[in-house]
């Protein structure tokens, strides 16, 4: 083969299904050997754009895509001042794609790279939303009719009640009343266990929505329903406090949705703080630093629940299973059901049968991406509302 470089480095952005979505393309000097990387910052896309199309690309190209290590480290600090979400993400496109020509040059998918399968499918979660709760029921239901065992179940999306009255010309937005909220989810968890019992497993996402006080009293009160998990019960600000949600209950907790640095998970990690460790692998970025990751929670007993909504591609999807399937910590992967526009746009996304998500055994990560197809799902630059988060009296909230 010569000496193998990287020739080209693209950035493809594509919203196939309304949600945009950044896709990094790593091409090397032979002739169709090329790597897929998921660098999905949805609301930033044009900055990571930037971010690979001006300043990594020109650093990368004649580089040896084998030496994966080595461009992580060198190109993590070549704008001398790193991490944070738009940096991570470039990187992390670039990163998975030197993982996927890693296991294309060895004609084997990426887990066998990281040391094998521990578990041949990753167990995934659902998410049964509604707006009351005999909508919850209903949608907990249907998936337990499709096998799967374990259910998120929300209350009015992440704020519950919307009982509020707000000021005169209180501006626009997402508004919501913690308080209502955190009184709501015991009664929501109490239904659920009275309708299904303990055989299935449940979770909840507080999406960092309450007061540290609050989501201590949370946690305490949903002890008696044997929570899977509670995701994300405070904001990366006030990682503090989980030493006292800790010593105060025994409910199991998943954290940081929002993570970008190391000295954010290292001390909840190694302080036995968590039970579940939930990056967006691309934020961190990508397969080098999740490993990693995950090798650190494996010595202290935490187990890996990477984050996996509809704002990670089918790439980023399938980086996530490679790392679930190699895991000996794993713990459970969020899911997001791939639309049939999605599997088209990305040919090989990983499937889910009774429960448990499969890649497809094709070396590298084992997906694609049809550009033609991908360029007619422009992204847009527009605010989604829910971030646009407010509290009752009209302030600015957290989304
Ligand atoms: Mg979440």
Redesign the pocket.
């Known amino acids: 083969m010569g000496n193998l470089t990287i020739r080209n480095v693209k950035t493809i952005l594509t919203a196939p299904e309304g949600i945009n979505l950044v896709v990094v393309k790593v091409e090397t000097s032979e002739p169709g050997l090329y790597g897929l990387g998921c660098a999905t910052f949805t609301q930033r896309y044009l900055a990571v754009a930037s971010a690979i199309e001006d300043y990594l690309k020109p650093f990368l190209i004649g580089k040896d895509p084998q030496r994966i290590e080595d461009i992580w480290q060198t190109a993590m600090v070549s704008s001398y001042w790193r991490n944070g979400p738009v940096l991570n993400n470039a990187l992390s496109g670039v990163d998975m794609a030197l993982w996927d020509i890693q296991g294309k040059l060895a004609n084997q998918p990426v887990y066998q790279l990281l040391g094998g399968k521990c578990r041949e499918g990753a167990a995934v979660y659902r998410h049964a939303d509604g707006r009351d709760l005999e909508e919850i029921e209903e949608n907990v239901r249907r998936f337990m009719e499709q096998g799967i065992r374990y259910i998120r179940c929300q209350w009015g999306g992440y704020g519950g009640k919307n009982d509020y009255v707000a000021p005169e010309n209180a501006p626009p937005g997402a508004y919501f009343h913690p308080d209502a909220y955190a009184r709501s989810v015991p009664r929501l968890f109490e239904r659920m266990r009275e309708r299904f019992g303990f055989e299935i497993e449940l979770l909840h996402?507080v999406?960092e929505r309450l007061s540290p006080i609050e989501a201590v009293r949370l946690a305490k009160q949903l002890e008696p329903y044997r929570l899977f998990f509670l995701?994300?019960p405070l904001a990366p600000e006030q990682l503090d406090y989980f030493r006292m949600i800790r010593t105060q209950s025994a409910t199991p907790i998943a954290m940081g949705?929002l993570f970008v640095h190391p000295r954010e998970w290292v001390p909840l990690i190694s302080g036995g703080l968590i039970d579940f460790i939930?990056v967006h692998i691309s934020a961190i970025g990508g397969i080098t630093p999740a490993r990693k990751l995950a090798a650190l929670a494996e010595a202290f007993s935490v187990r890996t629940a990477w984050?996996g909504?509809g704002d990670v591609s089918p790439v980023g999807h399938a980086a996530n299973l490679h790392l679930d399937l190699n895991a000996v910590n794993f713990g459970i992967q969020e899911w997001y059901e791939f639309s049939d526009r999605l599997r088209e746009v990305f040919p090989g996304c990983p499937t889910v049968r009774n429960g448990y998500a499969y890649v497809n055994e094709a070396p590298g990560l084992g997906i694609d991406i049809d550009e033609k197809l991908a360029a007619k799902y422009p992204c847009r630059n527009d605010l989604p509302e829910w971030t646009l988060a407010r509290l009752p009296d009209g302030g600015p909230g957290r989304p």
């Open positions: 996402d999406h995701e994300d949705e939930r984050h909504p």
